[in-house]
């Protein structure tokens, strides 16, 4: 389990694209853009045609990369063919952990016997997301209290479980999360569902708070769109700052108005660019820097 | 009323709490809301509540005997009138018992979702009648199959918010206002309409729709001198069938039969995601969808499928979690019954006792006309609702088809006054 490395040195950017969208090649072509931008660890979506915890950027590029044929056997495909020096976490929903193992069983057993599946859980998910290079899960409708499968073979396999802290996480509920979290933690900065938006909420600086004595790396997201954004948010005691809906956006400008791979790759870049500058500016401004 | 197992979350292996960080401590605060006032009837919660389904709700509805059926078929059939419920279906049970909760927690605020319309209108209904601000998700293709309900809840003064992804049903809803309630957890309820969704929202919609299956029960004792042989109900996601079947799960003795949208072919295209269907719980696999661990209908990779039913209160992927479970322990049995027979079944009830039964309900009268030999001699059948809300679709849909039973509808076409 090693994301924690992603953030021993400076704040950390951690972008989000949906992995496919708008088809496989382009998918590629971008995410590695993400990589020449500076990003020090990727968050992958891996589709799910019932993204409950998205908003409308992100269900737009659900269904973009669904159409154009996305699976998770593609998935880890699509992982297996990335050129990048960056650490790869899959963020998706659970019944897709779930349901690989029981597809892939039934698969062997049609093939075999014809017997009935058995249920394995979400082992050979995780083993074969380990297998291709992923380091680590974001599962958004997987709280704690349902995790433990899941964090047992992430333990296996040696990948990190990084759990979603919201504005309304406290008490119990926090220590259950703390026990059970690897690599860092994602600190939602507001209430609601992924989206960009004009501005920084104040839950985060209490949500921050709230983790303070935590011995992860805390990643703050929802809603952040611009260097600026990023830069306030370290400042304000943050080790990375993750960010989707703003660099879907382009994707999905890009994808809408028929423009070249290139063209849309570069401005990936130069967004990915001017946020790992604001986290870096942010870092600097904090009175007492404190790196975990 | 069940206290046994208030606290825990699954059915066996289904159920649990399968959300969204941000919604868990509203999930937890209503699960100890549910504990204290529907369990323990803290404050007089549920004299309220009983009080309330008496006076505002039209309670209790009648166990009506079926002449003609029970002559057609030699059995006793028994007609539960949940369609004489204020609003014309069971869905006010529920709706007005999570309304007054809501407004017990302190909320401000009322969301949920809908696919025939039935519950919206229900939660509607009930907000006006508690004066809560309501908001109604409901998909583009269920609003323009259901517009009768769609009046309905916003003349009740609710707002209906269309929802355009997917295929615009009841699943595309669900999701759409699980987004809102995580914007706004804090001063919202979310009104679930059946026994799915994260604890403890299968256990709270069972209790409030068990009233069915009480009064089911005393009433079948005076009436016949004893229980009934079979209970026979439609299953969508399931709130009507628990409510039937939950007061009689201890009666082994009682058959218990689950009646699913067959719609138009139990075979799936896997390709195109599409399940012709809603029969979950024979057709379904293992996963976990909308905050429980369930049966669904899904791809072999875990995607949900589309769902079809004639009957858009049924057309949902998903299935009650404790419905799995007594399916899995053999305590309920699974059935499915096709479109066509579902139509044709709606308009033997209309023609044979006078009772326009809504689509849903007529899957449970078409299993009754294909196995009323194995149901025992005293039967009852749960009126889930009733079919004025249909009445377009049917009219659209069994033109299309070359049924036995249904009338001659051309007298509208002789006035030249088109549709209804």
Not at chain 1, 222 to 242: P, R, S
């Amino acid at each position: 389990m090693g994301l924690e490395r992603a953030f021993a040195d400076e704040p950390a950017f951690v972008p989000y694209l949906a992995a496919g969208d708008p088809s496989y090649e382009e998918s590629l072509a971008y995410v590695e853009a993400l990589a020449e931008g500076g990003a020090d660890v990727i968050e992958l979506g891996l589709p799910f045609s019932e993204p409950i915890a998205e908003g409308k950027t992100i269900q737009n590029a659900i269904v973009r990369s669904l159409d154009a044929g996305m699976t998770p056997g593609r998935f880890f495909e699509f992982v297996a063919d990335l050129d990048v020096d960056v650490p790869l976490v899959c963020m998706t929903y659970y019944n897709l952990i779930y349901q690989y193992g029981n597809s892939e069983a039934k698969r062997a057993s049609e093939n075999a016997s014809g017997e009935t599946a058995s249920q394995e859980g979400p082992r050979p998910f995780v083993e074969k997301a380990a297998d291709v290079g992923i380091e680590g899960f974001v599962v958004p409708d997987l709280p704690a209290e349902e995790a433990r499968p899941l964090r047992d073979a992430c333990d296996e396999f040696g990948l990190d479980l990084i759990f979603i802290v919201a504005p309304t996480t406290e008490g119990d509920r926090l220590d259950r999360m703390r026990e059970q979290v690897s690599g860092y933690v994602y600190v939602q900065a507001r209430m609601g569902v992924t989206g960009a938006r004009d501005d920084v909420d104040d839950a985060t600086g209490a949500s921050l708070a709230r983790l303070s004595d935590w011995d992860v790396p805390k990643a703050v997201g929802f809603g952040i769109k611009t260097g600026d954004h990023a830069e306030e948010i370290v400042a304000a005691g943050a080790d990375g700052v993750i960010v989707g809906s703003a660099l879907v956006d382009i994707v999905a400008e890009g994808h809408e108005n028929g423009r070249p791979t290139e063209a849309v790759a570069d401005d990936l870049e130069s967004l990915a660019r001017e946020l790992k500058q604001g986290a870096l500016r942010g870092a600097q401004e904090r009175p007492q820097p404190e790196r975990t | 009323m069940s206290t046994d197992d208030a606290h825990d979350p699954k059915f066996g292996e289904y159920g649990g709490q399968y959300v969204p960080e941000a919604l868990m401590p509203a999930i937890e605060e209503l699960a100890d809301a549910y504990e204290r006032y529907v369990l323990e009837n803290e404050d007089g919660f549920m004299d309220e509540f009983r009080r309330r389904l008496a006076d505002f709700g039209g309670r209790p509805t009648p166990l009506q005997r079926a002449e003609q059926l029970s002559a057609r078929y030699d059995t006793e059939v028994y007609l539960k009138r949940e369609d004489l419920v204020h609003g014309g279906a069971h869905k006010l049970n529920n709706a007005l018992g999570q309304v007054l909760l809501a407004k017990y927690m302190g909320k401000e605020r009322i969301i949920a979702e809908t696919g025939a319309g039935q519950h919206g209108t229900a939660t509607a209904m009930a907000a006006a009648h508690l004066d809560m601000p309501c908001e109604i998700y409901m998909g583009e293709t269920d609003i323009a199959r259901q517009r009768p309900n769609v009046f309905r809840m916003r003349i009740n003064g609710a707002e209906v918010n269309p929802v355009t992804v997917g295929r615009g049903t009841l699943k595309e809803a669900i999701s759409e206002t699980m987004r809102d309630w995580a914007t706004t957890v804090e001063e919202t309820h979310y009104v679930i309409g059946s026994v799915v969704g994260p604890h403890p929202f299968p256990k709270m919609v069972r209790d409030f729709q068990s009233v069915i299956s009480e009064e089911a029960r005393e009433q079948a004792i005076e009436k016949t001198g004893g229980l009934p042989d079979s209970v026979v109900a439609c299953a969508g996601g399931g709130s009507n069938t628990m409510g039937a079947f939950a007061e009689f799960v201890d009666d082994t003795g009682v058959e218990l039969h689950a009646v699913e949208a067959g719609g138009s072919s139990l075979e799936v295209d896997e390709e195109e995601g599409v399940a012709p269907n809603s029969a979950t719980l024979s057709t379904g696999g293992e996963g976990v969808l909308h905050g429980a661990r369930t049966k669904l209908l899904q791809d072999s990779d875990g995607q949900i499928m589309e769902s079809h039913s004639v009957s858009a209160g049924l057309d949902y992927a998903g299935v009650g979690p404790e419905l799995a479970h007594l399916v899995d322990e053999g305590r309920v049995i699974p059935a499915n019954v096709d479109d066509d027979a579902a139509l044709e079944a709606f308009h033997r009830l209309s023609q044979d006792e006078g009772v326009i039964p809504a689509l849903e309900t007529a899957h449970a009268f078409g299993y009754l006309e294909e196995h009323h030999d194995e149901l025992g001699d005293t039967v009852v059948v749960n009126v889930s609702g009733r079919g004025d809300k249909d009445l377009e679709t049917v009219v659209e849909e069994t033109s299309k088809r070359d049924l036995d039973v249904a009338p001659d509808m051309s007298v509208l076409n002789r006035v030249g006054g088109g549709g209804l």
